[in-house]
């Protein structure tokens, strides 16, 4: 288990009863049973305390959480007959991007998503789950096809922008965001979002831009990182908790603000010490998203999905 | 901390930089560093007349040199929810607001005319770099919207000069939802079969760049403009190294195939006029002199225009040179 920052004291707790209990193990004749029980109910009230009531900037981090489930997990979870399919055509394989066929339920679907890796080999091969323009131009060969089949578009969301390189800006980063985001609000079948990490930013609004968009509860969804906003507005990159506070980035915030659909309830202590849950959830809000749109006709998809973004923000907090 | 620094010494500065403010008579091109007289500077278009350089424009400067005659009505743009996050940095979102309307004189970084180019009509928007670094929240997306349903109401193609750091990050998340809303502006326009032409100018970047910037029928930008997602500082810091003398500028991106044509500024007006009237089927622009716009296009300037570029009724399309590069 990787601690945050603010979980220390109940890493101590827990560390505690780990030792007594490694104790009891070599000396069969101690008896810890009951101090270390103790400890443990002390550590799931603490755990409970402490994420009770997160502040933005810890939810930052528990949405970095490496040890939370990626886009991978969710995939190999939910969908059965996943075939993922690879390439733009045009230049590269990106593997930050993945997505291909898959069944939800049975049904048919096209399913895309950031993936960041889980270990130092995988992060590196994922680049951290930055995409670079073939990621998102492989994004739209995709969605092209699910419209032409008419199979839902499922998207997972969770970078923490799209990359910012040489390569990148060279073969029109901006103009692979800017089209990826066209071809979502063009989709003639129903596209549904879900958060489940990191939303960075225009990286993230081309895959988001659906007529369903649900965040896990202790994801974040943003304009810029806390700490990018810090230095620019506060000149200075330590004021990031400032920064997410005032960036409304949590799903609750944003639910309010009319910018997602719902928010899907992550196990206590964050989805990254309930993975199983996390991603049951998840698939049972996209069961229901889905459900929703159903026999909803392709004209009526795009309409409605263009004017639920051209009203967004008319009510602002005060809603 | 005390009394002379906090109090006295503002003051004094104060009395100073009162007098040399209203009379700025000179500029001095960054560039090269040569000494402009403001009407000079005013005349070129804000275009450094001995190297070329392309300096700051604002939309009313523009649009005064653009249309027929300097004549333009403003597109009505709705307002959006003031400070929709309640946000706070060092300052209250509203007092920066506040404090970049009166250094402009505007209400917001962008304004929305219609009006006729060399007879050709058009609704044209233009992002003001001045107000907020042209950054683009609620408003911006609205005016972008308004500038597109304004264009298809009228049928006329929109001409859009861009010009921005990126997204208004006062605005959180609501700035962001800009670059969905702005492309569906963009779809009007092509679902109409209007063209839509977007002029590139210094800086355009982020998620300006990564929506209507970028999803233009023909892109043209100014010379040496910066364009870009990511700006050079974040990428320098990103792959720690070097990056190439040009990168991101406007003939880079123009050998990397995002951009059409870099046009001076100087040239620009005769290059929309041409390829807007082949667009739309119109025959060539007339040229010469051309008799003073229609009444009932012409409406009057806003009383406040900025003083930088006087309006000049008789001048219409300059001849054709001979043959286009």
Redesign the interface.
Known sequence: MNYLEFEKPLAEIEGKAEELRALARKNEEMDVEKEAAALDRKADTLLRDLYKDLSPWRKCQVARHPDRPHCKDYIEALFTEYTPLAGDRNFADDHSVMGGLARFNDTPVMVIGHEKGNDTKSRIERNFGMARPEGYRKAIRLMDMAHRFGLPVITLVDTPG?Y???G????????A???T??K???LGAPLIAVIIGEGG??GA??FA?ANRIAMLEHSI????SPEG?AS???KDAEKMR??AE????TAQD?LK?G?IDRIVKEPVGGAQRGAREAIDAVGKAIEAMLKELSGKKPEALIKDR?QK??D???????A | MNWISNYVRPKINSLFSRREVPENLWTKCPECGTMLFHRELADNLNVCTSCDHHMGITPRARFHALFDGGIFTEVKVPE??I????????KKYPDRMRGAQKATGEKEAMLVAEGEIARTPVVVAAQDFSFMAGSMG?YVGNAI?AAAQRAVALKRPLVLFSAAGG?R?????????Q???T??A??MLKEAGLPYIVVLTHPTT??V???????GDVHIAEPNAL????GPR??EQ??REK?PEG??RAEYLLD???LDRVTHRKKLREELVTVLRMLTGQPPAVKGDLPAPKPEVAAMPAPEAAPAVVPEPAKAVEPKPAAKP
Request: overall charge neutral; charged content about 15%.
């Open positions: 799209a910012p390189g040489k990148a800006e060279e073969r029109g980063q901006s103009e965001i800017a089209r985001t066209q979502c609000l063009e930013s225009g609004v081309a831009t969804y943003s304009v810029i906003c620019i507005l506060w400032e920064a005032a960036l409304r980035l944003l603000l910018v263009r973004f051209l967004m923000g008319s009510k602002g907090l005060a | 959006p929810v400070d929709p996050l309640q946000f706070r940095d060092q609620m919207i997204a990050m006062q605005e959180g998340i609501l700035s962001l939802m670059m969905p809303r492309t569906v963009v779809q982020g998620g760049t990564a929506s209507y910037a970028m999803l364009i870009c997602f990511a974040v990428i990103t792959i990056l990168f991101q990397h195939g995002m």
